[in-house]
């Protein structure tokens, strides 16, 4: 066991901490406040295209709000203003937390974060105006990326910067993922943008590039952002080291082997040499050692601890998230055998498994961390603890009604689609039921969600009574409380 | 790992291992595949597209087709593909020779397209189904792309180009027709060009039975 490693931040004094707080206050609360309004954005574009599905005359007669807009603004909005924009939050807020220095020239990281925004805004705009690229996850037209690659390449390079000027000690695990995710996804982006985008790259070879990137965005910029945030919260709540600095190394190592080669997984049977296809299906399957050396290392550090979930909403949220990292990691693997693969490829349990891995796993470990964050940041409490009681459950039952519905729904559409006796009409009437189960799933999610984008404004207006402590759900014992 | 050299080397090179791998393998060895000649005619497969069928994949890059419709004929036994009639022969990556972009696709929420056109060849039976899918398919949950098109009094004589045989709720009243905008026409030039039926030496046609 590893003591240093997960109470490392507490060698600081409380003044110190607070000025290392109040140094970040500016730009994280702006990438804060704009993810939170683009996943309001975002999720209500989503619940439109998913009753476009089961209404197809929905709209239908407004080019902008057309399906085959609807869901790519939709998945850029919530991939790049909600959950990059998050990302970058606690990424830079964490990183200053960890390396024990305060942001200098935070205004720079202000102008940004209004960057980031207006190339959010302005590619949405673009792909409901028509000029999506219709490439999977990169459908923000080419005038739009390059304000985004701007914008990011000043929190790249701040937080290498922090990294570099760190307070001599220990570099905590949560150090190597967020130092690993913003070296790769600069890398990512601009290889995908030249490649795809501004000098696009012949036929079939667009598609491996397109898969390597839009795998590559998930699992190597948002995974590593989220597995920092839990590696940092849950033993903050809890007040213990993480169970083990070998298996964090090795779940550290074998990621970043293993992950950035799966993403041909998504084009299995696809126009491509069969050994690029091969290597993904077997780097998928390896990617159960990461993926299991970090749930071991999450469930030893949990084990005796999990009261904790009663009064934390932090640790409710990040747990919850930790726990769907899991199953959709391993889900993923799965999903990469060719046999299972060729029934659920094409099909709604895509969707599924990446609301699975974008929701479950990393939103809700963004909400846990911006409840730990937030309060340190305005000084303010939470002002209910029943509205974040309420946003967990809505938004908790809401994303695994969705799963579950889409990937029961899906698997039966692919059976059909299977069979060949069956028409194609099979496979529709089979998921149709599921679709509307979706649909409603949908509003719980944007309910849950008002309410959290409630709770926030009224954080950053301090509006409510003043807390004397953190809202908890209920009042913790005292041998488990907290260690502010 | 105390040290930024390490960290920083490390995850550059487990990284770039996968870039070397899936990027510029790709960009190197699939980027520069030729088109095959066709040793009938002289000619080369895949074939040529007119301007208006490669104007077409620009509407349907902008509308977002893609997002239902792929375009791959994978493989058999791994799927049943071939069986379901999506294609004669799997598609391989010499195929999206011309595609700007490769529309591979990643949903099945309505038909292939790989070979839509050998499928339904008629212009105006896409113009149809484009401008109201459920009076061709009854239980179709395509959305209607009617914004593509032009509803307008007839001057005259009727247009070459209106779309006939229009019927249910949205079809033109007496004295009135349907014109299909350039896009839509486009578009449909688009997919009647999507034919995959010739042979290619990696990916020959099955025998004819």
Known sequence: MHVESAIAPN???????????????????????????????????????????????LLDQMAWFTFGRLRP??????????????????????????????????????????????????????????????????????????????????????????????KPGHVYVSQWYLLAAFLWFPWLYATANILLIWQPIQGSAQGAVNWWFAHNIVGLWFTPIGLASAFYMIPKVIGRPIHSYALSVIGFWSFALFCSWTGMSHLIGGPFPAWMVSVSVATSAMMFIPVVAVAINYHMTMRGNFDALKWSPTLRFTVFGAMAYTVASLEGALMAIPSLNTITHFTDYTIGHAHLGLYAFFTMIMFGAMYYIVPRLTGWEWPSSAAIRWHFWLVATGIVL????????????????????????????????????????????????????????????????????PALFVAPDAVNAPAQ | M?????????????????????????????????????????????????????????????????YCHSQQVRFAPLSTDIAKGLGLRQTVAR?????????????????DLSNIGVRQPDPNWHHRHLYEPRSVTDWSIMPSFRFLYQMREIQGQPSDDAVSGLIGPHASPPGFEVVPSDDAKALVAYLVSLQRNYPLPESPLPPVK
Not at chain 1, 12 to 20: H, S
Not at chain 1, 90 to 111: D, Q, T, Y
Not at chain 1, 443 to 468: C, D, N, P, S, V
């Open chain 1, 402 to 469: 969705m799963i579950v519905s889409l990937s029961i729904g899906g698997v039966l559409q692919g059976l059909a689609q299977y069979d060949p006796q069956s028409t194609f009409k099979t496979s529709l009437d089979y998921v149709t039921p599921f679709r509307w189960v979706r649909g409603i799933s949908g509003f719980l999610l944007l309910a849950g969600q008002t309410i959290f984008a409630a709770l926030f404004l009224a954080m950053l207006l301090k509006i409510g009574r003043r807390r004397e402590g």
């Open chain 1, 73 to 166: 603004a939709h998945l850029n909005t919530v991939a790049y203003g909600w959950a990059s924009a998050a990302g970058i939050g606690v990424g830079l807020w964490l990183m200053a937390r960890l390396c024990r220095i305060p942001l200098v020239h935070s205004k720079l990281l202000v102008s940004a974060a209004i960057f980031w925004n207006i190339g959010v805004l302005v590619g949405v705009l673009g792909i409901l105006a028509g000029d999506s690229q219709s490439i999977e996850w990169l459908e923000f037209p080419g005038y739009a990326t390059p304000i985004l690659f701007i914008a990011y390449a000043f929190v790249g390079i701040w937080a290498i910067i922090m990294f570099r000027y760190r």
């Open chain 2, 95 to 111: 195929d999206y020779l011309r595609a700007q972009p490769a529309f591979l696709g990643t949903m099945r929420t309505g038909p």
């Open chain 1, 11 to 57: 060698h600081l004094t409380v003044q110190e901490r607070a000025e290392i707080d109040a140094s970040t206050r500016l730009p994280v609360l702006v990438f804060f406040g704009s993810a939170v309004f683009w996943l309001l954005v975002g999720s209500l574009l989503g619940l439109v295209a998913a009753w476009q599905m089961t209404h197809p005359a």
């Open chain 2, 2 to 66: 105390n040290r930024l050299p390490l960290i920083f080397f490390g995850v550059f090179l487990t990284f770039a291992f996968s870039w070397l791998g899936l990027v510029v393998y790709p960009y190197f060895e699939l980027g520069r595949l030729q088109p095959a000649p066709d040793e009938d005619t002289g000619g080369y497969f895949p074939p040529t597209t007119t301007g208006l069928a490669t104007a077409g994949q620009k509407v349907f890059s902008a509308n977002g087709c893609l």
